[in-house]
């Protein structure tokens, strides 16, 4: 079992829908979540990150983190076709490089 | 505002040859890391260096060996290749805190094929 889950997708919206995108995680160690967008043929763009549970709101974009559930969402509001892109979420545990879950393409239809 | 610098971006070699995949950090980030995407893959963690010391390794094939040089730029060296090695290749890096840091900046990538 891979330490980060990630619904794979894909996944396809209407312009403006609200997307919801989540993650799993097996290890309670790990410290810091992250949100990377990758447009295809090209490398991973930190979009946000968080520490704690709770909300952290940046434009469009909200992080969400469940630690007592292990669970880690990403919200888009308003999406934009510019939104359609693989997201991937990354866990950071301490002195270690980033685990990365398997993505979810998503497309915004115009 | 400068970003991860890779080169080649493209890279085409047969079976048994050697590549050299190069990175430049953003000016002032003292930590690299190397990770692969295969197709359709999340990318896997190969091996990081925190001012020109190995701090961490992953998965990265005895073949395969990186440094890092006293101007914080990386090389990866690839010998022996095989097909199974074509992958994008992403060099981040990041202000480390002792080698490691949660906020790394991905370069766009090398893409080599092993024919």
């Known amino acids: 079992q891979k330490e980060v889950e990630q619904d794979p997708g894909p996944l396809s919206v209407p312009e403006g829908a609200i997307v919801s995108l989540n993650c799993t995680y097996s290890?309670?160690?790990?410290?810091?979540f992250m949100w990377y967008r990758q447009y295809s043929r090209k490398g991973p763009e930190l979009l946000m990150y968080?520490?704690?549970?709770g909300n952290k709101e940046d434009g469009r974009f909200t992080a969400q983190v469940d630690k007592s559930s292990k669970y880690i969402s990403l919200f888009i509001r308003d999406s934009q076709p510019s939104d359609s892109a693989t997201y991937l979420c990354?866990?950071?545990?301490?002195?270690?490089?980033?685990?990365f879950g398997s993505g979810t393409r998503l497309q915004v239809q115009p | 505002a400068a970003g991860v610098i890779q080169s080649p971006r493209h890279l085409i070699k047969e079976k048994r040859e050697t590549a050299t995949l190069k990175c430049y950090p953003i000016?002032?980030?003292?930590?690299v890391y190397w990770y692969q995407q295969g197709p359709g893959q999340d990318p896997q963690f190969l091996i990081s260096?925190?001012?020109?010391?190995?701090?961490d390794k992953g998965s990265i094939p005895d073949r395969f060996s990186a440094q890092q040089f006293s101007d914080y730029h990386s090389e990866l060296n690839m010998s022996s290749l095989e097909l199974g090695d074509s992958a994008l290749y992403f060099c981040?890096?990041?202000?480390?805190?002792?080698?490691?840091?949660?906020?790394?900046?991905f370069g766009p990538g090398t893409r080599l094929t092993v024919t």
């Open positions: 990354a866990i950071y545990m301490g002195r270690r490089a980033l685990t």
């Open positions: 968080t520490y704690s549970s």
């Open positions: 000016p002032r980030h003292d930590t």
């Open positions: 981040a890096s990041s202000l480390g805190s002792g080698g490691s840091s949660y906020e790394q900046y």
């Open positions: 260096f925190y001012e020109k010391m190995q701090s």
């Open positions: 290890n309670s160690a790990f410290q810091y």
